[in-house]
């Protein structure tokens, strides 16, 4: 039976260049995005010699220094839920508030900010471990 390809899970990091978190986040996400195409590649040659983590799932990383769209942002703040609202825009409590805040100063947005859009998980942070957890967790759905 033929079964199409999975596509690749979309992860994106809302980056700011001047930020020294974002900068890690990136750098984190860069490293784990090559380790996976590489180990994909080793598998695939069927030499797994150099493979660093055979269960880490390739994904697709989106990096951009562009603010979310206004759905972009309805939509990871349903992902955070109602608790965690002021972890994406600094100092809302509600999603009306957010949007509110948001459109007066789009600053407030915090970054970095990682999106797993396929699985529905936000990450507001640039912990190694954390990032790398949201990572590992996308093979198990």
């Keep these: 039976m033929f079964r ?3 596509s690749l899970d979309i992860i994106s ?3 700011k260049a001047g930020s020294p978190a974002s900068v890690r986040a990136a750098t984190v996400l860069k490293q784990a995005s090559a380790n996976a195409t590489e180990a994909a590649t080793e598998d695939q040659a069927s030499d ?8 880490r799932a390739s994904f697709e990383l989106n990096i951009t220094e562009d603010l979310p ?3 972009q942002l309805q939509t990871i703040l349903e992902y955070v839920g109602k608790n965690k609202i002021s972890s994406v825009i ?13 459109k007066e100063n789009a600053e407030s947005f ?5 999106v797993d859009w396929n699985n529905g998980r936000v ?6 471990s954390e990032i790398l957890k949201m990572l590992n967790n996308l093979n198990k759905k």
């Design 4 to 6: 199409f390809p999975k």
């Design 69 to 71: 769209t206004t759905d």
């Design 13 to 15: 990091l809302f980056h």
């Design 110 to 114: 915090q970054r970095p900010l990682i």
């Design 48 to 55: 797994h010699s150099h493979q660093t983590d055979p269960h």
């Design 123 to 128: 990450l507001v942070s640039d912990k190694e």
């Design 90 to 102: 600094d100092g809302a409590y509600t999603e009306r508030d957010a949007h509110k805040k948001y």
